[in-house]
Every structure is written in structure tokens, then in C-alpha cells.
């Protein structure tokens, strides 16, 4: 019989951080890196936990190479050929690999591929097997399966928004769990399947599942601005994956269009009629397109956005007195609001990277 939870499910929209108590002096002396030791591939990660979404529109080669620089993640896109990928580490710094993951599907054909690639690039460390829905019984069984043919590799999973998955994904495989069903900028799934799950307590119940087991989570989606991604990281999420924020810049996928003097470039869903038709040739007859597709304002080279971005969080911490990254779950308490901003002149705000 179908029943309705009455609980409510909070967004990243419904809360605001309630400020506290602070004994630092500066944004600048908050430490944004984390380092995590992964349950099940044994490895440890030391980085700054934000990722750049495996969307072939963000996750490119490109990407990785720059927020590299600033100790930032990037889940390449699955798309590229295994000739791309060994024209890349052929040139790419031996240490760039710590920072990027190899992205598949979870076909006969994307589990071949994901093989040639790793044995192509054997500096390749970390893996993402990315579906849109992870509650698939086959898709369990094929985290098992990749763990067991890779053993070494770091593995990222999802898409899930319930604490029973997460331990599922993480006792079949896998070391970091991507947490988040329809949030995203260009996603469509809520709409066209009614199916999904607000963010903020997504976060909170995966990230409390994961931990209780050794195991992270990523929060995907819904990130409008760097103040969700530190009610994210507040939430509990180990890794903050990040989308739209990171679309439309030099180093994203898509050639640059110009329209009355403005310019402009291509962002789309993986979902969307636009993906399906580029990579696939059509939309398959027993499916529906679930992502949009848009044309965002060009906003230039992205380490304006990396400084933007960081210097967020770095603020968020200093208002709520974390003194590093991996303080601010304890230090966060968070207040249920019916208002975010003051958007009284939102209209007449100067657009900037225009």
C-alpha cells in the first residue's frame, strides 16, 4: 500500500548556517584539503574535495589539468576514446592522476572500455561508475565485478539518495558513494519521473550510513553557489560534485557561440535529447529525455570561479569557526528559513565575465 513520510526533507534553499563563536583571525588561515583513507581500495586521497561533474560539458581533460593546480578533483567525462586517454597521460604530470577519475557506464561495452583505458594508463587511479539510477540490482552486482578486476582503484558509485543504497554500494565495492537524484541545474528527472529526493537530507542520511561503515559520500547536484556547497560539506559530504558552477568556462566541453554580441556556450544534461542524439544517435524509443539543454553566459578561464568558490567555503568555515574543512560537519548547525536572499535589485545587478 503506498504510504507518505511526513518528515520533512530540507534543500540546500531551506537553511541558512547559523554563525558562532571564532577564534580565527582570517579566511586565509582556513585549510580546505582533507585526507581521507578509502574503506575498500585502501588508498588515501589528500586534496581540496571539489569535483568537477564527469559531463562532457565540465569533465574534460582540460579541466582536470587546471584544477589540478589548485588540488580540485575532476571525474572525466566517458566519452573520450582510449586513443584520447593515452594522448593525455602520454603529456599529463604524473601527479595530476591523484586528482581525476575515469568515468564509465555499467554495459558490457563501458566495462571493456573502462579495462582497455586502465591498462592503457596505468597511472590511472581512481574510477567512477556513474548511473542514473543506482537502486538497480545490476548495477550492485557490477560495482562487485569492477571491484574485483580492480582492485587497487579507488571507486566512486551512484547515483543514490538513501541511507540502506549507500551501505549497499559501499559493502559491494565501492569507497565513495555520489549522493543525489534530480537536483541538478539541467536535470529533468523530478519532472519527468516524480522521482527524487531533496539534497540537504540526502546528505545528511547518506553521509551518516557511509561513515558508520568507514565509507564517504559526494554529494552531486544542487549546488547553486559556494554557499550550498559548504551546507554540503556542513551536511557531512566527504567530496562536493559540482556541475553548472563549472560549465561554460575556456576549459569546458563546446565551442563558444555568439549571440547580439554576447557569448555563450553549450550545457546540457546527460540525459537530455542534445546528449543522447551526440553520443548515442537518438533518443531510445522506450525512454524519455530527463535533462535540458541550455546556453549558459561564456565566463572565461575557471580559476576566477576556483577563487570564488573556495573563498565561499573559506568563509563559511570562518563564520561558523572551523578552523579546517573537516571541522565544519561538527561545527555546523543549520536553521530552517523561508527566505535565502534580498532580491530586491536581482534585475538590476551588473553581469560579470560577460
Not at 575532476?74 to 599529463?92: G, L, M, P, R
Not at 604524473?94 to 555499467?106: T, W
Request: with cysteine.
Amino acid at each position: 500500500m503506498p504510504r507518505v513520510d511526513f518528515e520533512p526533507k530540507l534543500d540546500f534553499k531551506d537553511v541558512l548556517l547559523r554563525p558562532k563563536r571564532s577564534t580565527l583571525r582570517s579566511r586565509a588561515d582556513v585549510d580546505l584539503t582533507r585526507e581521507y583513507v578509502f574503506r575498500n581500495s585502501k588508498k588515501t586521497y589528500v586534496g581540496v574535495p571539489v569535483v568537477a561533474s564527469n559531463m562532457d560539458t565540465v569533465g574534460t581533460f582540460e579541466m582536470a589539468a587546471e584544477l589540478a593546480k589548485s588540488q580540485l578533483f575532476t571525474t572525466i567525462h566517458k566519452h573520450y576514446s582510449v586513443d584520447q586517454w593515452k594522448n593525455f597521460a602520454e603529456t599529463a604530470d604524473a601527479k595530476l592522476f591523484a586528482n581525476l577519475a575515469a568515468s564509465s557506464g555499467m554495459s558490457e561495452s563501458d566495462f571493456d572500455k573502462l579495462r582497455a583505458i586502465c591498462e592503457a594508463v596505468p597511472q590511472l587511479e581512481y574510477i567512477c561508475l556513474d548511473v542514473a539510477n543506482g537502486y538497480s540490482e545490476h548495477f550492485v552486482e557490477f560495482i562487485r565485478r569492477v571491484r574485483e578486476a580492480f582492485p587497487r582503484h579507488t571507486i566512486f558509485a551512484g547515483n543514490v539518495v538513501t541511507g540502506e543504497m549507500v551501505e549497499e554500494l559501499i559493502l559491494s565495492g565501492a569507497d565513495v558513494v555520489k549522493v543525489g537524484i534530480g537536483p541538478g541545474s539541467v536535470c529533468t528527472t523530478r519532472k519527468k519521473a516524480g522521482v527524487g529526493y531533496p539534497q540537504l537530507s540526502a546528505v545528511l542520511e547518506s553521509s551518516d550510513a557511509a561513515h558508520g561503515l568507514g565509507g564517504h559520500v559526494m554529494s552531486d547536484g544542487g549546488c547553486t553557489c559556494p554557499g550550498d556547497m559548504a551546507k554540503a560539506f556542513g551536511a557531512g559530504a566527504d567530496f562536493v560534485m559540482i556541475g553548472g558552477l563549472f560549465a561554460g568556462h575556456d576549459q569546458s566541453g563546446g565551442e563558444v557561440i555568439e549571440k547580439n554580441g554576447r557569448k555563450f556556450k553549450l550545457f546540457y544534461g546527460m540525459s537530455s535529447d542534445t546528449a543522447m542524439k551526440k553520443h548515442h544517435g537518438s533518443v531510445a524509443e522506450y525512454r524519455a529525455s530527463e535533462g535540458k539543454t541550455i546556453t549558459i553566459p561564456y565566463r572565461g578561464d575557471v580559476n576566477a570561479t576556483v577563487q570564488d568558490m573556495l573563498g565561499g567555503i573559506r568563509s563559511a568555515c570562518t563564520y561558523t569557526g572551523a578552523m579546517k574543512l573537516k571541522e565544519l560537519p561538527r561545527r555546523a548547525t543549520f536553521i530552517r528559513v523561508t527566505q535565502q536572499t534580498n532580491e530586491q535589485y536581482a534585475s538590476f545587478e551588473v553581469p560579470t565575465n560577460v
